[in-house]
Every structure is written in structure tokens, then in C-alpha cells.
């Protein structure tokens, strides 16, 4: 079935340093991918999506690419600061179904 | 701005008491969802609902039951609580043909 393996946290930066978040995905055919964010006590929000192979999603200054060769999804941000402390999860969603498919989220936390 | 609604936020309630958490949208989706989030982060789908009258069990089982007698209205009920119904409770929704979902704040739930 489909599924999302996404890098086990914590992670833990200091401000202005260079995030990668990996998440890899197996799945059939040519899902659309997303990337979540969970701010303490909040909901999820959607960060970011790609809806097909060699597609880059962007979103306060986060990106990541869709790579169909290596079914990868990779979060990156060029210079994190403390506002960015956060859980991230990576998703999927098969086409014909819309429900999505998480990873276990990584919790992100940025010092000053 | 979340457009989708869950009340209450933080509720701390005895064992065998009967709740109901609260989900409401306004933005006209027709796919609702419950979600279990664990204190490691990991999100369980416990409940999804693909419109009116129609409900369905998640991945993860659980003993709460759930109601769309309206498109907007989403409600989550327990009979009997119990300490190891203690966890976040997400809700959200989607669109059909719109990959992404929606979420609400939560419901912190603490049962003693």
C-alpha cells in the first residue's frame, strides 16, 4: 500500500542554518505530495504541494521537489529562524482517492 | 484563517463521562475526517465521512462514534471516557477533485 518514510527528529538548528527534512514515499502511479506544519497547540496547516514528477513547491521560503526517480520530497529552507519551530509531516495522495497518507512528522526547533 | 471549526479546544472531563467534540466548516466540503494525534506527533485516522449520511471507519479502531447528518457538521461523540481516550483530536476537511486537506485547531482531551 501507499506510504510515506519521512527522517526522525528532533532536529534541532540554530537560527540561519540550513534545513533539510527528508521524506520518501512508495506508492503507484503519480501522487500529488504535500507538506504539513503543526505549530504547538495548532492544527495543521498545508506548507506546500506538488501535484506532478520535477514539480517544486514553495511557501515562506520553504521548497521541495518532486522526484519521481528517487520518490523522494525533500523539505528545504536556505536560513530558518525561531518562528519556524514547528512539527512537519510529509503526505501523499493517490489519485482516485484524495485521502492522504502521512509520515510520523519530525519536530523542528530552532534556537537564537 | 481557518475556515473549519472544533470545540472545545481543552476539555478535562471523568471517566465515564459521556462527550462530544464539535467539528464545523464553512466552506461546502464534503469530505470530513478525524484524526488521533499520539503524544509522538503520529496522526491515526480514526473516522472519515465522504458526505451525508455516509461515515466510515479509519486505520486506527477506536471506540468513539461519529454523525454527518449536515455537510458542515462533523461531531466526534464518546459514550463512556476513559483514560486512554486522553489525546489530540484533529478534524478536517477536503473537496472532491481538490488534493488537501483542511484542518481545525483540535481538541485537547484529558480524561481523569
Avoid at chain 2, 462514534?65 to 461531531?75: A, L, N
Avoid at chain 2, 486512554?84 to 473537496?95: G, K, M, N, V
Wanted: include cysteine; charge should be neutral; proline fraction near 4%.
Amino acid at each position: 500500500g501507499n506510504s510515506v518514510t519521512q527522517m526522525e527528529g528532533p532536529v534541532t538548528l540554530s537560527e540561519e542554518a540550513f534545513l533539510t527534512i527528508n521524506c520518501t514515499y512508495t506508492a503507484t502511479g503519480y501522487p500529488s505530495l504535500f507538506w504539513y506544519v503543526q505549530y504547538p497547540g495548532e492544527g495543521l496547516q498545508l506548507l506546500l504541494k506538488a501535484t506532478k514528477a520535477d514539480d517544486k513547491g514553495s511557501n515562506k521560503g520553504f521548497e521541495a521537489t518532486y522526484r519521481k526517480e528517487t520518490t523522494s520530497f525533500h523539505l528545504e529552507k536556505g536560513s530558518v529562524q525561531v518562528s519556524d519551530s514547528a512539527v512537519y509531516f510529509c503526505a501523499l495522495a493517490q489519485g482516485g482517492s484524495e485521502k492522504l497518507v502521512f509520515g510520523k512528522g519530525t519536530k523542528l526547533t530552532v534556537n537564537p | 484563517e481557518a475556515d473549519i471549526y472544533q470545540t472545545p479546544r481543552y476539555l478535562v472531563i471523568g471517566t465515564g463521562k459521556k462527550i462530544t467534540l464539535e467539528c464545523s466548516q464553512t466552506m461546502g466540503h464534503d469530505k470530513m475526517y478525524w484524526y488521533q494525534q499520539d503524544p509522538g506527533m503520529e496522526l491515526h485516522l480514526i473516522h472519515y465521512s465522504y458526505g451525508v449520511n455516509s461515515t466510515e471507519k479509519g486505520d486506527l479502531s477506536s471506540e468513539s462514534t461519529v454523525s454527518r447528518i449536515r455537510t458542515e457538521h462533523f461531531p466526534l461523540t464518546l459514550e463512556s471516557a476513559r483514560p486512554s481516550h486522553t489525546s489530540q483530536y484533529l478534524c478536517a476537511s477536503s473537496r472532491t477533485g481538490y488534493y488537501g486537506y483542511t484542518f481545525g485547531s483540535g481538541t485537547r482531551l484529558t480524561v481523569v
